[in-house]
């Protein structure tokens, strides 16, 4: 069986391992159990007729005595490009806001809150073409271009916070982004924040096209919670989870463009430790399929050119302050994740835990601060 034919671990477990064992196997890998979410039967009908995979959990925290529960819903989309790369830009985008478009609609009929989409959604990841044209024509505005404006639509018809990572085109500074822009369930921009590490690695040269992030680690104030993104390659910087964390966030997302022989080993550890290391809630998103491009393409490693990336493999997830997780979605389809999180959940494992309150933090930035300097002396004992 090929790489980007193996549905999921979940599956493969489920189906070779004895029930009692399956549970300790899962319990070890997974942590604490995360129910199933029951989710309407127009809403599971609609699913199978639009052939994605819908799937639902919810992780619940102790009742308190003072705060009211704080249950809110996510919902993490995963899809395929839907037309060839070599389609009309024009095309390819409309058919990608329409299927996207018939996945947060079945979102909306399973309660989603806050919905957010994979990494540079509109377009197939074709930096590692390092051709400029046509891709650069993929780039938006983030406040009034078409695929903005299409997720207002959405917002204001579902009630529903929308997450849209793109291609940012910024006119103002001649510069390209790649940006997520977080509009608010009224409809209104609420603003945007920029992928703040480029990868060079591998195929994704991405430093050929747009610029290191300048937003800092903006924290977004919604009606449903404090929502931060740590764009895709930012997940490997475990300082950047935390600066999101610092200035509040409650649920961060990482939505994600990445392939199975580079990453996918890492994939189910690092947005989850940063969810138990911060005292939140992670969801690492990731497109899926191959993506085939016209023009060959080297990875700068002394092997044959090549025509497409490699499989990316999904497996969306979201995780929990307290060490769980939800199993991921399928390595090879399409599909919609919800999720309902008790945000009070996060400061009950604070208190629980204190990795907030016992971090040296003081003592860290007046090291990392010599640190950084040209002049550094590493503190080493030497005989
Ligand atoms: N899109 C992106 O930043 N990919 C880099 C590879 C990775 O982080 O797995």
């Known amino acids: 069986m090929s790489a980007c034919e193996f549905e999921s671990l979940e599956k493969s477990l489920e189906s070779h391992l004895p029930e009692a064992e399956l549970s300790e ?8 159990e995360t129910k199933k979410l029951d989710l309407p039967a127009c ?7 639009r052939d994605f995979e819908l799937k639902g959990y919810r992780f619940e925290a102790v009742q308190e005595q003072l705060r009211p529960p704080r249950r809110i819903r996510v919902g993490l989309i995963q899809h395929r490009i839907v037309l060839p790369t070599d389609a009309p830009i024009l095309d390819q985008i409309t058919a990608m806001h329409s299927r996207v478009g018939e996945m947060v609609e ?23 073409t390092r051709e400029k044209e046509p891709w650069t024509e993929f780039a938006e505005s983030a406040e009034e271009g078409n695929t903005t404006r299409f997720c207002q639509e959405l917002a204001k018809k579902y009630n529903m916070v929308v997450v849209s990572p793109i291609l940012e085109r910024e006119e103002l500074h001649s510069t390209l982004w790649n940006t997520a822009v977080v509009i608010s369930n009224s409809g209104n921009v609420l603003g945007k924040t920029r992928k703040n590490h480029i990868p060079r690695i591998g195929d994704f040269n991405e430093s050929t096209y747009y610029m290191e992030g300048d937003t800092g680690h903006t924290v977004f104030q919604t009606q449903f919670g404090k929502i931060a993104v740590n764009i895709c390659y930012g ?4 300082l950047n989870w935390f600066m999101y964390s610092m200035n509040g966030a409650e649920i961060i997302f990482n939505p994600s463009a990445t392939v199975g022989a580079l990453s996918e080993p890492m994939w189910p550890i690092e947005a989850r430790n940063a969810a138990i290391a911060n005292h939140c809630y992670t969801c690492a998103i990731n497109r899926v399929g191959t993506e085939h491009f016209k023009s060959e393409f080297t990875s700068g490693d002394g092997k044959k050119a090549h025509h497409d990336f490699g499989h990316f493999y999904g497996s969306s997830y979201v995780a929990a302050p307290d060490g769980s997780r939800t199993p991921g979605l399928s390595r090879t389809h399409d599909g919609l994740l919800v999720v309902e999180m008790d945000l009070n959940l996060n400061r009950q494992i604070c208190d629980k835990w204190s990795f907030k309150m016992t971090g040296r933090y003081a003592e860290y930035a007046d090291e990392l601060t010599a640190a950084v300097r040209h002049d550094f002396k590493p503190n080493i004992v030497k005989e």
């Not at 196997?25 to 604490?32: Q, S």
């Not at 997940?235 to 475990?238: L, V």
């Open 106 to 128: 079945v979102a909306a009929m399973c309660g989603v809150n806050i919905v957010c989409f994979q990494e540079t959604w509109t377009m197939p990841f074709a930096f590692c």
């Open 25 to 32: 196997v899962k319990r070890i890998l997974f942590g604490k």
């Open 235 to 238: 997940r490997h910087h475990p």
């Open 43 to 49: 809403a599971v009908d609609a699913a199978s007729e």
